[in-house]
C-alpha cells in the first residue's frame, strides 16, 4: 500500500489548525476512511506546554484540598480553576505542523486522486500550499519517520 504525505505549516495560528482537524475528521467519517487518512500535530513548544500543564494541576489539587473545608471554599477554588483555565487557552502557543498520511491500496486510485485535489482547494489547506510528497520523492524516508515519530 503506497502512502502519500501532506505537510502542512500553520505557523502560530491554532484556531486554523483546529479547524482543518474538525475538516480531516469529518472527511473521516463522511467517506469512511478510518485507517486510510491519518494525521497527527507537532507543537514546537509541545514540552513546555505539558510540563507548566502538570504544574498548575498540583497547584489546583492543593487548592481544592484547601478549600475543602467549607462550601464557600470549595467555590472560590471553582472560581480559581476557571480563572487558570482562561488564562491557560489564551497563552500564545508555538508553530503548530499538520502532518497527514493518506494510504489507499491499488484499486482505490479514483478515492486517492480525488482526495489529492480536493485537500489543497478546502478553506484551511488552500492558503498553505501544500504539495503531495509519494514514494519516489526524494524527501518522502524523512516525512514517513518524522510521521512515526510522533504521538
Do not use: C
Not at 486554523?16 to 476512511?33: D, N, S, V, Y
Request: aromatic content about 8%; cysteine-free.
Amino acid at each position: 500500500m503506497a502512502h502519500i504525505y501532506f505537510t502542512f505549516d500553520f505557523g502560530t495560528d491554532e484556531e486554523k489548525a483546529q479547524l482543518a482537524r474538525h475538516k480531516l475528521e469529518m472527511w473521516k467519517q463522511a467517506f469512511r476512511l478510518d485507517k486510510k487518512m491519518l494525521y497527527k500535530f507537532e507543537r514546537e513548544s509541545d514540552a513546555e506546554a505539558s510540563s507548566e500543564d502538570g504544574a498548575e494541576k498540583a497547584e489546583e489539587a492543593d487548592k481544592a484540598k484547601k478549600g475543602q473545608a467549607s462550601k464557600a471554599g470549595k467555590a472560590k477554588s471553582r472560581g480559581k480553576k476557571e480563572e487558570v483555565a482562561d488564562d491557560g487557552s489564551k497563552a500564545p502557543t508555538g508553530n503548530v505542523k499538520l502532518y497527514l498520511r493518506l494510504a489507499f491500496s491499488g484499486h482505490e486510485k479514483m478515492t486517492e486522486e480525488r482526495l489529492l485535489k480536493k485537500i489543497p482547494s478546502e478553506e484551511p489547506f488552500s492558503e498553505l500550499s501544500p504539495k503531495a510528497v509519494k514514494d519516489a520523492d526524494a524527501e518522502f524516508a524523512e516525512l514517513e519517520a518524522k510521521f512515526d515519530s510522533l504521538d
